[in-house]
């Protein structure tokens, strides 16, 4: 069936993001639509609560290959990204007084924050790559 690779920005929509930082979201998904993988209305089996959280899909990339899409997710994750650097208590960061509420917001555990900077240069490092892999094989 084949799986999506995405990569989102999350911004709160009641506390703000330190300036010149942002929280960058790495995932796949069996959706062709990316936001379908936070859409309430969309059943997946897991509980989905992002109602605080605007999602901005930056970048996504198809693959025929279940595995090649949650391959380049743990890529970005622990090789780009790893949380000894980029992983925070989301809660501790925008000052929130309940260090659990989004615990159960499938997802916000994944989040990298990031500055604006460095994000940019994720960006710029996704379509390069994405750009070379089709240049060297022609599919994904």
Same mark, same amino acid.
């Given at each position: 069936? /084949?799986?999506?690779?995405?990569?989102?920005?999350?911004?709160?929509?009641?506390?703000?993001?330190?300036? /010149?930082?942002?929280?960058?979201?790495?995932?796949?998904?069996?959706?062709?639509?990316?936001?379908?993988?936070?859409?309430?209305?969309?059943?997946?089996?897991?509980?989905?609560?992002?109602?605080?959280?605007?999602?901005?899909?930056?970048?996504?990339?198809?693959?025929?290959?279940?595995?090649?899409?949650?391959?380049?997710?743990?890529?970005?994750?622990?090789?780009?990204?790893?949380?000894?650097?980029?992983?925070?208590?989301?809660?501790?960061?925008?000052?929130?007084?309940?260090?659990?509420?989004?615990?159960?917001?499938?997802?916000?555990?994944?989040?990298?924050?990031?500055?604006?900077?460095?994000?940019?240069?994720?960006?710029?490092?996704?379509?390069?790559?994405?750009?070379?892999?089709?240049?060297?094989? /022609?599919?994904?």
């Amino acid at each position: 069936m /084949g799986r999506k690779f995405y990569c989102c920005e999350f911004v709160n929509k009641h506390y703000p993001t330190p300036e /010149g930082y942002v929280f960058l979201k790495f995932g796949h998904t069996h959706h062709y639509n990316v936001m379908d993988r936070f859409n309430p209305d969309v059943d997946d089996g897991y509980p989905k609560n992002y109602d605080d959280w605007e999602i901005t899909p930056k970048f996504s990339w198809y693959f025929k290959e279940n595995n090649r899409a949650e391959e380049e997710e743990q890529m970005w994750l622990n090789i780009q990204y790893p949380r000894s650097k980029y992983k925070v208590w989301v809660e501790n960061v925008l000052k929130v007084e309940d260090n659990t509420k989004y615990s159960n917001n499938t997802g916000i555990t994944e989040l990298r924050y990031m500055t604006r900077d460095e994000a940019s240069r994720a960006m710029k490092k996704l379509y390069e790559r994405r750009e070379r892999f089709f240049d060297e094989s /022609g599919t994904a």
